[in-house]
C-alpha cells in the first residue's frame, strides 16, 4: 500500500487487484476503484480492463464518488533525510554521513 500511496502505478494496480476478490462492500469497491483509476492514467498494462470489469459492478453515482478519489490523490513522498557534518576533518568522529 505504501508504494501505492506513493504513486506507484504499478503498486496501484496490484493493490486494487488483490482487493478485488474481498470487494463485498461498496466503500471498497470504490476504493479500488481510484486505485485503478491511477493505474490506467499510468498505462499499466491491464487496469483498463480490470476498471471495465468493476465499473460494470458499480452505479453511475459511485463511479463518480471514485473518480473524485482519484482526483484528489495526492501521492506521499518520502523524506529522505540525513547529516552532513560540518567541518569534516579526519579527527572528527563524525565526519561520515549520516543516513
Known sequence: MKAAEQGLGVAQFTLATNSVND???LLLR???YKWLSLAAAQKVPG??????SLESQMSN???EKGKRLADAF???RTDVRFS???PVH????QSK???
Open 61 to 63: 453515482k459511485d463511479i
Open 74 to 76: 495526492i501521492p506521499r
Open 30 to 32: 470504490i476504493e479500488i
Open 23 to 25: 470487494a463485498k462492500r
Open 97 to 99: 554521513l549520516t543516513w
Open 90 to 93: 579526519p579527527s572528527n568522529e
Open 47 to 52: 487496469s483498463d480492463e480490470a476498471l471495465a
Open 84 to 86: 552532513v557534518p560540518s
